[in-house]
T-cell receptor, first 112, second 112 residues
Framework: DAKTTQPPSMDCAEGRAANLPCNHS???????VYWYRQIHSQGPQYIIH???NNETNEMASLIITEDRKSSTLILPHATLRDTAVYYC?????????????FGKGTMLLVSP | NAGVTQTPKFQVLKTGQSMTLQCAQD?????MYWYRQDPGMGLRLIYY???????DKGEVPNGYNVSRLNKREFSLRLESAAPSQTSVYFC???????????FGQGTRLTVV
């Protein structure tokens, strides 16, 4: 199972881009990278996921390196409401069925 | 559209008491999950149900039982609560292995 490594915390100024890194050097070829966030004890919220191509949606962009050993989540214009814990997850298979395994994530603090 | 609904939102139990946490989803999802989250930690999977009629253990199943009552409902039971089970419990559902998971707002359980 691929494990992920994220910095415990990051700061970002409001209106700037927030770039959150994630290392997943043991990822397998068929494992996807997912990003979720959790705002102050609420339930986690899905952001984006990808396999090897870069992905973009209305919330964020996901950049995956060519060797797939790391990725970056980009929030293009961070707002105060983006302050949250961000989890990078590689899909884990348990008994032939996939589940999501959450690590400790990165606490992103967006400041005025 | 309610999504994933958990009841109750808060609960205080005495050691040795039993209780059932309820979870219901209205998105016709096949898979449902129970996680727990302790302070400063990521989410840990307790049990999951890949489809109606099936349940499987996750990372931390000891002290818990689950029932997939029907496609909509997945309950988590504590037969004899212990202080170590003080935590925030999240229920989640998803349609398939590659789709996003939707989380409830959590049940904050304290065992004294």
């Amino acid at each position: 199972d691929a494990k992920t490594t994220q910095p415990p915390s990051m700061d970002c100024a409001e209106g700037r881009a927030a770039n959150l890194p994630c290392n997943h050097s043991t990822i397998s070829g068929n494992e996807y990278v997912y990003w979720y966030r959790q705002i102050h004890s609420q339930g986690p919220q899905y952001i984006i996921h990808g396999l090897k191509n870069n992905e973009t949606n209305e919330m964020a962009s996901l950049i995956i390196t060519e060797d797939r050993k790391s990725s970056t989540l980009i929030l293009p214009h961070a707002t105060l409401r983006d302050t949250a814990v961000y989890y990078c997850i590689v899909r884990v298979h348990v008994g032939g069925y996939s589940t999501l395994t959450f690590g400790k994530g990165t606490m992103l603090l967006v400041s005025p | 559209n309610a999504g994933v609904t958990q009841t109750p939102k808060f609960q205080v139990l005495k050691t040795g008491q039993s209780m059932t946490l309820q979870c219901a989803q209205d998105m016709n999802h096949n898979s449902m999950y129970w996680y727990r989250q302790d302070p400063g930690m990521g989410l840990r999977l307790i049990y999951y149900s890949a489809s109606e009629g099936t349940t499987d253990k996750g990372e931390v199943p000891n002290g818990y039982n689950v029932s997939r009552l029907n496609k909509r409902e997945f309950s988590l039971r504590l037969e004899s609560a212990a202080p170590s089970q003080t935590s925030v419990y999240f229920c989640a559902s998803r349609d398939g292995a590659l789709t996003e998971a939707f989380f409830g707002q959590g049940t904050r359980l304290t065992v004294v």
